[in-house]
């Protein structure tokens, strides 16, 4: 599912006519669908295909004010069922950055082993697999505890661990994402998420970032510490 943000109706017409005259959408006339009702907003789009030859797309509005932010709190409330969000939704976000305050980090993959058993129920494609810095005394660094290097290449780390989780370490700095405090949740407007007090009523947001930010911040971090090494 993409998404756009249009900031006010003008745009919001050319994004019509995109997906009606170049996409070839023919469903998508201006006088036949429902218009966002404020601006800014995000516009998902959902494409669906049919075996009959009479493909459609939809287009689902989020709203700015519907984060419901305060001014005094950089947390949102975010309405149910925002984070529901399904294996395409993660692939989508694979090799993007994003970024919080002294936080960045990139996905680098999700897991990938769909004949495990568990895959479906444990919904492992939120397990997906990123790299993160953080910035202290002015500088940036590498975590200072990998969960997924220590599962792997720790001395005790039994054999079982080694075969479902080295294929997963793509570079020494990799982390999985698994379901602890601190966990990232995905959104449907493709932004990344921590319910940092484990309430499950206000989330920090983390925002899109680009990918030489990053590796700028990635390379200044390595510089300092090196790869992350299991003692």
């Known amino acids: 599912m993409e998404r756009k943000l249009v900031r006010n109706k003008t745009e919001f017409t050319e994004l019509c006519k995109h997906w009606r005259e170049v996409e070839r959408y023919e469903n998508i006339q201006e006088d036949y669908i429902a218009h966002p009702s404020e601006y800014p907003c995000m516009v998902l789009i959902e494409e669906q295909i049919s075996k009959h030859g009479s493909d459609s797309c939809n287009f689902h509005y989020i709203y700015m004010s519907e984060f419901n932010e305060e001014e005094t709190d950089d947390t949102v409330i975010l309405d149910d069922g925002f984070l529901d969000c399904n294996i395409d939704d993660y692939k989508a976000i694979v090799g993007k950055c994003f970024r919080h305050g002294d936080v960045v980090l990139k996905v680098l993959g999700i897991r990938d082993d769909f004949d495990n058993k568990y895959y479906k129920d444990g919904h492992y494609e939120t397990e997906f697999l990123y790299e993160q810095y953080e910035r ?96």
């Open 136 to 231: 202290y005394s002015d500088e940036w660094h590498i975590q200072d505890y990998i969960w997924l290097q220590e599962t792997v290449f720790n001395e005790y780390a039994s054999e079982s661990d080694k075969k479902e989780y080295m294929r997963f370490c793509f570079t020494p700095n990799t982390e999985m994402n698994i379901g602890r405090e601190g966990m990232y949740f995905l959104g449907k407007d493709g932004l990344l998420y921590t319910d940092d007090d484990c309430s499950g009523e206000r989330y920090t947001r983390y925002e899109e970032i680009s990918n030489e930010l990053f590796e700028q911040i990635r390379q200044e971090a390595i510089a300092n510490d090196g790869e992350y090494k299991v003692e």
